[in-house]
């Protein structure tokens, strides 16, 4: 039998503890990287590979999660002025059906919004996130499909079949939207105005940067605008949008009208937005100065335009 050291034994049990945590040891092997069969032939003394080498990458993984902890954790979910609007835009496209459009600079919150939201509407709401490899209408459907399980491959098969997994009541957020084309974005409102012709309503919005809503470009434009006239709602947000208020909520740390709020303040109010003032603060917090001079120390360490 093979004989464990104090720090292979180590891993082994927080493997066991991500395993509960998770409901199943695939996810946690899935997670880390390493098997479970391999963990279970590991344990049982039947692994015929290396066993050191799969136990240094699974202490590697848990002395990493275990360093990560001590560090700032900027994940939790806030209500800044900017991302509460953009939750109760998805919020009113789900009551009133068709489409809705939420927009603004990068890194403002909506994301984080759009995730909150589903993540509190579990069973009535699908979130995706496109991006410009996944674009077109059919490899869109594909994504929507997988949140049901669904595997059939042709694009009316999965029109049709995403179709009879939706509900009355139900919004799809589509993040990311600036990357959609014409026919994505057709074949998306299409789910609206099948709901609608059963007098029913499905809401879609778009959550993207500016270009979601002006798009450029010779007979694209025409069709775009038709879009967007039929558009319930379209909420267009910049960073400058961002108050001292959304400071104190995203840094309770930060004393109100300090030199530091105000400097954050400025950073979110910059092209790095909210996003870049968070980074600023986190990378102060792990240098262990996130007084005003530290603040902005580290902001011309990044690189930031202050």
Not at 77 to 91: A, F, G, K, M, Q
Not at 249 to 255: H, M, S, W
Request: one cysteine or more; glycine letters at 8%; proline letters at 2%.
């Amino acid at each position: 039998m093979f004989e464990f050291t104090e720090r292979q034994q180590w891993a082994l049990d927080k493997f066991r503890e991500l395993s509960a945590e998770l409901g199943s040891g695939n996810k946690a092997g899935e997670q880390v990287g390493v098997s479970n069969a391999t963990m279970s032939a590991i344990r049982s003394g039947t692994y015929r590979g290396n066993v050191d080498n799969q136990l240094a990458k699974l202490i590697a993984y848990f002395e990493t999660k275990e360093e990560a902890a001590g560090t700032y954790d900027p994940t939790e979910y806030v209500d800044t002025s900017v991302s509460s609007s953009v939750y109760d835009t998805i919020r009113n496209c789900q009551l009133k059906g068709g489409l809705a459009i939420a927009c603004g600079d990068a890194g403002i919150g909506k994301t984080q919004a759009a995730k909150q939201f589903a993540k509190e509407h579990a069973s009535s709401c699908i979130y995706i996130s496109v991006n410009p490899c996944i674009k077109s209408p059919k490899s869109v459907l594909k994504l929507l499909g997988s949140r049901f399980n669904i595997s059939t491959s042709s694009l009316d098969e999965l029109w049709l079949a995403v179709a009879n997994k939706l509900s009355d009541g139900m919004v799809l957020i589509i993040d990311e939207a600036q990357h959609l084309g014409i026919r994505t974005i057709e074949t998306l409102r299409s789910f609206s105005d099948y709901f609608d012709g059963k007098g029913q309503t499905l809401g879609i919005c778009f959550v993207g940067n500016p270009e979601t809503v002006s798009r450029l470009g010779g007979r694209q434009k025409a069709e775009f605008a038709q879009i967007r006239n039929r558009t319930k709602q379209t909420k267009i947000f910049t960073s400058s949008q961002i108050s001292s208020k959304d400071i104190r909520l995203l840094f309770p740390a930060i004393e109100e009208k300090s030199a530091e709020a105000e400097f954050l303040l400025k950073i979110a109010h910059s092209s790095q937005a909210v996003r870049g003032a968070v980074n600023l603060y986190s990378n102060a917090y792990d240098n262990g100065n996130t007084t005003y001079k530290g603040l902005v120390a580290m902001a011309k360490f990044m690189e930031l335009e202050v």
